[in-house]
């Protein structure tokens, strides 16, 4: 009975998380159109005006609908990608890969060094990443249940997010990176820079910070300057100083490079004692389905994309 009651009241505190849910499972037979009009209201509360969008988050679903160019499948794919990428910047900023397989079961751990990162190429997150830092004590049965529920996963479907639609999925193993043990960093953790760029310029940096915090990451975002925007979009702005990079520079510049030509494209990048790594390509940062507070910054990242000409 307290079960019934906890799931009751769960509904009752939810109901539009609940319908998203349903709404996930019909996916496959509504309309993509259809499907992220009723999505989005359920999500954002409001309507989706896709005839003239005006938000970061309007525009985003428009771009998933009508700005489908068959390169993005290659720039999305975490194998793929690197050559890509290494065309356009240089090899020496690719992570390297140690391999790369169809299935979980086709993974030769024996090969593999003592520290590694595996993760699936068609996206997903953190959900579709297993980090080894020691192989003698990895789990390899939880890694296989872990990265097998990923490949089962399809962005597509679930989101909308065209460019993955075509992507094959597969695992790959990456060189595991970390930074120098420090007080303030007693684990090596790297931190990812986030750059949000419209038609190559990057106009914002994405910094996460206290990932394993007992209070959860935070999220400040910053201008070219290292100007710190006003709002929160995606969990809280740290309290703690947050200090300009020493590449950021270089950063900026590598990002404004890998987004040439695209409306909207999220370029993650990592530094990592003082050498800097491509990390991936995103088109569609939380699928346009995150809140600004204030609001009107969702507003200011939408002046920000022009939309192309439709592609559909």
């Not at 060094?113 to 080894?132: A, D, E, M, R």
Request: a positive charge; charged letters at 30%.
């Amino acid at each position: 009975m307290n079960k019934i009651r906890k799931l009751i009241y769960y509904i009752c505190q939810k109901p539009n998380l609940i319908g998203i849910v349903i709404l996930s499972r019909l996916a496959p037979i509504i309309p993509d159109r259809i499907y992220l009009k009723w999505r989005f209201k359920l999500r954002m509360g409001y309507k989706l005006n896709l005839d003239n969008p005006q938000t970061f988050s309007e525009k985003l679903q428009w771009l998933k609908l009508y700005n489908r160019k068959p390169e993005y499948t290659q720039m999305v794919d975490k194998y793929a990608a690197k050559e890509y990428v290494a065309k356009l910047i240089g090899e020496e900023y690719i992570i390297p890969t140690l391999g790369v397989w169809d299935s979980f079961d086709d993974i030769d751990f024996d090969k593999l060094p003592n520290q590694f990162v595996l993760k699936t190429t068609h996206g997903g997150g953190n959900t579709g990443v297993v980090i080894c830092k020691d192989k003698s004590t990895l789990d390899i049965k939880l890694a296989k249940i872990k990265l097998e529920k990923s490949l089962k996963s399809d962005i597509y479907k679930t989101l909308k997010e065209w460019p993955y639609k075509n992507v094959k999925k597969r695992i790959i193993a990456e060189t595991y990176l970390s930074e120098e043990i420090t007080p303030e960093n007693p684990t090596g953790d790297i931190i990812d820079y986030k750059f949000f760029c419209f038609n190559g310029e990057a106009k914002a940096v994405l910094i996460a910070t206290e990932r394993h915090s007992t209070t959860g990451v935070c999220f400040d975002y910053f201008d070219k300057d290292f100007n710190h925007y006003p709002f929160e979009q995606g969990g809280p702005n740290s309290k703690k100083e947050i200090k300009k990079p020493e590449y950021l520079e270089n950063m900026w510049e590598i990002a404004n490079k890998l987004s040439k030509g695209i409306p909207h494209v999220r370029v993650d990048l990592y530094c990592i004692r003082g050498h800097i790594y491509f990390g991936e390509l995103t088109f569609f940062d939380s699928s346009g389905f995150e809140k600004f507070n204030p609001n009107e910054w969702n507003y200011k990242f939408g002046e920000w994309i022009t939309l192309p000409e439709k592609t559909e």
